[in-house]
């Protein structure tokens, strides 16, 4: 596949030949593969990057240099930069560069509902008695939609409104899923909420026929995942438990309705690609098990009693210019001495020097989830550009 000179031109034109910063192009995957596609590239193989994980960095809670990259483990955020130093120094050397950065922004919202279970093996790897809680989740669930402010992302993506959403929907269909509350019936014309089955740390158990893992590995850690129903198997399973014989599940909910969630989350299918509508990726996540009962709260010891909360998280991804200072004490191009000393936002004196960014313009004929449009710092000359 070909990227169209005028593409390469525009989104090219705003970094130069002597900077420092950084544009979509420099940016590379290590490791590719080549795949196919009946509607792309005429049915024809073409590269794609391939994720290959060599090393994590997250817990490092530093800014260091690694290849081809500076990596701010502390505000959270990662820098491009081709790692070189300037020559002629014979004592070392101290300088700033002004780099391209990427920063993740995330936030949580509380479901208010939380799994809970009992360690029942000797050796702490069996469990049992899993329950889906209400905390509040479901009793005091708001019935209004709280839809998210979409109105002007670049400036307020207002990721807790749309986490706050997720959390909603998925309280909501949950509460579907047990039977806790009605839907509105379109045919009947019967209005929802008639009915609300449930008190505050009431219980649901697992049925039989749902996935039953009885590890202590599947539960004894921080879980992230875009699948809003992931600790609910099969769907076929969790019943009220003062009367776990009977299928809750009349309302039909299923998988898709979960998936339905990240719509609302990240972007209304209807919303179009452009400079507007933001990247945002949205999921569940289950907390860090926290001990119930007395006892050290890092041993899973056989009768222990443990909650996980459930979060309904947003994250989206900016792009931005940082300033960042450099120190280098050797003389034989050894890099193992380049280090950071300092990050800090770029400063610029006024509107007129700030630098102008630009996304490509697909004339509103894909949707955000369509594809994934090129992005960049362009030149001024460019401003008025097609693309």
């Known amino acids: ?28 995957w290590r490791q590719y593969v080549t795949t196919q596609d009946a509607v ?44 070189t130093v300037p020559p002629g120094f014979s004592y070392g050397v101290t300088w700033e560069e002004d780099l391209l950065f990427v920063e ?27 329950v889906l809680t209400d905390r509040g989740g479901f009793i005091n669930l708001n019935q209004t939609f709280p839809e998210p402010d979409y109105g002007n992302p670049q400036v307020n993506p207002d990721l807790h409104g749309r986490a706050y959403t997720a959390a909603w929907l ?12 009605n839907p509105r019936n379109q045919t009947t014309g019967a209005l ?10 009431q219980t649901f158990l697992r049925g039989e026929s ?15 995942t875009t699948k809003f129903s992931d600790y609910l198997g099969s769907m076929e399973g969790y019943t009220n438990a003062s009367n776990p014989g009977v299928n809750t599940n009349i309302f ?20 179009p690609a452009n400079i507007t509508n933001i990247l945002v990726g949205c999921g569940l996540m289950r907390g860090v098990p926290h001990r119930q009962d007395p006892g050290t709260p890092f041993v899973f010891e056989t009768g222990s009693k443990w909650s996980q909360k459930l979060f309904a998280c947003a994250s989206a991804v900016k792009a931005t210019i940082k300033t960042v200072s450099l120190t280098y004490n050797r003389t034989d191009g050894w890099f193992q001495t380049l280090a950071v000393t300092d990050i800090q936002d770029k400063q610029y004196t006024d509107e007129r020097s700030m630098p102008l960014w630009g996304v490509e313009e697909t ?16 030149s001024p000359a460019y401003q008025e550009s097609a693309n």
């Open 104 to 130: 993740p922004e995330t936030v949580c919202v509380d479901t208010n509902l939380t799994l809970d279970y009992t360690v029942i093996s000797a050796n702490g790897t069996t469990i049992s008695d899993v």
């Open 252 to 271: 039909g909910i299923n998988q898709e309705n979960y998936t339905e969630i990240h719509d609302w989350c990240s972007n209304p299918s209807r919303f």
């Open 192 to 201: 929802p909420w008639r009915y609300l089955n449930s008190v505050m740390n």
């Open 210 to 224: 749902s996935w039953r893992s009885t590890s202590v590995a599947d539960f004894d850690s921080l879980v992230i």
């Open 363 to 378: 004339g509103n004929r894909y949707r955000v989830s369509d594809l994934n449009p090129i992005w960049g710092l362009v």
């Open 1 to 28: 596949m070909t990227i169209p000179d005028v593409i390469l031109e525009t989104y090219s034109s705003g970094t130069g030949d002597h900077t420092t910063v950084s544009n979509f192009f420099d940016i590379q």
């Open 170 to 181: 998925h309280n909501v269909y949950t509460a579907l899923y047990l039977n806790v509350t």
């Open 40 to 83: 792309l590239n005429n049915g024809s193989a073409y590269l794609v990057g391939a994720y290959r994980n060599v090393q994590s960095l997250v817990l490092n809670n530093a800014t260091e240099v690694v290849e081809g990259l500076v990596v701010d483990s502390i505000k959270g955020g990662v820098g491009f930069r081709n790692h």
